[in-house]
């Protein structure tokens, strides 16, 4: 995974809580149209969870700035 936390809530044992940095990138997408924040890279299981799985991914079209 790339930039990517997951844990189960401590006081909410069904909640699933995701964590990701948005200042990071790490690089262009395959197409090169977006720059690529995060990725489970595929589908992973959620922690603690049998049967469930996520597939995440956080990007920034090009040409737009962080924060705008």
Do not use: C
Request: proline residues 6%.
């Amino acid at each position: 995974m790339l930039n990517v936390s997951m844990r189960m809530a401590e006081d909410r044992p069904s909640v699933l809580v995701i964590e990701v940095d948005l200042s990071q990138e790490h690089g262009e997408s395959s197409s090169g149209k977006s720059v690529i924040v995060a990725s489970t890279q595929g589908n992973v299981p959620a922690p603690g969870e049998l049967g469930v799985m996520i597939g995440l991914n956080v990007y920034r079209p090009l040409g737009r700035k962080k924060g705008g």
